[in-house]
Nanobody
Framework: QVQLMESGGGLVQAGGSLRLSCAAS????????MAWFREATGKEREFVAG????????VYANSVQGRFTISRDNAKNTVYLQMSTLKPEDTAVYYC???????????????????WGQGTQVTVSS
C-alpha cells in the first residue's frame, strides 16, 4: 500500500534552517508529482511547494518563495523541503502529499492529492 513518511521536523530559532524529508513507498514514485502542505493551529491546510515527477518543474506559495526549496531523488523515492530563513509564522505541521494522476502537475488544490503523510511538526521560535 502507499505510504508517505515525513521526517526532519523540530524546533529552530527564527532565521534558522531545517530540511524535511518524505520517504514514499507502495507506488511508482517517479511517475507522480509531489507536494508539501502545512497546517498551523487554527488555520486551514495550505500549499507550500510542489515538484513535478521528473523534478524539473517546481512551484511555490508566495509566502515561502525564495526561502524554501523543494526537490526529489527518484532513486531514493524521497522528496525534500529545504527551509531557510525560517520565521515564527512558518510554525506548523508539515505534510507531504502525492498527486493522484500520473505526470499531472502539482498545484495548490488539496483535491489533487490522494495520499498524505502523517505530518512532522516544525516550530520556529522568535
Amino acid at each position: 500500500q502507499v505510504q508517505l513518511m515525513e521526517s526532519g521536523g523540530g524546533l529552530v530559532q527564527a532565521g534558522g534552517s531545517l530540511r524535511l524529508s518524505c520517504a514514499a513507498s507502495g507506488y511508482t514514485f517517479s511517475r507522480h508529482s509531489m507536494a508539501w502542505f502545512r497546517e498551523a493551529t487554527g488555520k486551514e491546510r495550505e500549499f507550500v511547494a510542489g515538484v513535478s515527477a521528473s523534478g524539473v518543474t517546481t512551484v511555490y506559495a508566495n509566502s515561502v518563495q525564495g526561502r524554501f526549496t523543494i526537490s526529489r531523488d527518484n532513486a531514493k523515492n524521497t522528496v525534500y523541503l529545504q527551509m531557510s530563513t525560517l520565521k515564527p509564522e512558518d510554525t506548523a505541521v508539515y505534510y507531504c502529499a502525492k498527486v493522484w494522476s500520473e505526470y499531472s502537475a502539482a498545484n495548490f488544490s488539496p483535491t489533487l492529492y490522494d495520499y498524505w503523510g502523517q505530518g512532522t511538526q516544525v516550530t520556529v521560535s522568535s
